[in-house]
């Protein structure tokens, strides 16, 4: 289930784009293709595989039309190649949260663990992401850029938008 998670992230990138890109009514065209999809999967893995299937269409067929239908999306709407190196890297940042997270599971406590998965996911992934070298400095403008058109959000994503930069001016 981890596994096609994470090859679902790049669709999840991918769909960030088109909102930040102010390119919303392809990210519901698209999004339909995505639900017919994943229906599709359902449709024709249950039957056969019972809740196996269900399972298999939830967690690995649907990483997998994710990231398919909107790296395409971005591709043809809005004329975005996606860089497969970095994409690799940014999967290998995902290795290295979830042996973060593996190791949080150490402890005998849920509190300790909820914390500690809070910081690994705040302070720790964006490290990763940085070292890999999947996040650039260009990266981090675009991403200031998108939160200036959404103030609501702007003051929660401010501090770790610094950060990243931070991470990108002195690992670098």
Request: charged share 15%.
């Amino acid at each position: 289930m981890a596994f096609g998670t994470m090859i679902g992230l790049a669709g999840i990138y991918a769909m960030n784009l088109f909102v930040a890109r102010g390119r919303t009514s392809k990210l519901l065209t698209y999004g339909v293709l995505y639900f017919l999809a994943q229906l599709i999967a359902l449709v024709v893995l249950v039957p056969f595989f019972g809740v196996i299937g269900a399972i298999v269409a939830l967690f690995f067929v649907d990483g997998i039309v994710c990231s398919y239908i909107f790296l395409r999306g971005i591709r043809t709407s809005l004329g975005i190649r996606t860089d497969y190196d970095r994409l690799l890297r940014a999967f290998g940042s995902n290795l290295l949260l979830i042996a973060a997270f593996a190791l949080g599971l150490l402890s005998s406590s849920f509190v300790v663990e909820l914390i500690y998965g809070l910081v690994a996911l705040l302070v720790a992934y964006p490290f990763f992401l940085v070292i890999l070298r999947a996040v650039k400095k260009e990266d981090v403008q675009i991403m200031r850029e998108a939160v200036e058109k959404l103030p609501s959000i702007r003051p929660m994503l401010d501090p770790l938008l610094s950060y990243f930069g931070f991470l990108v001016g002195h690992l670098r």
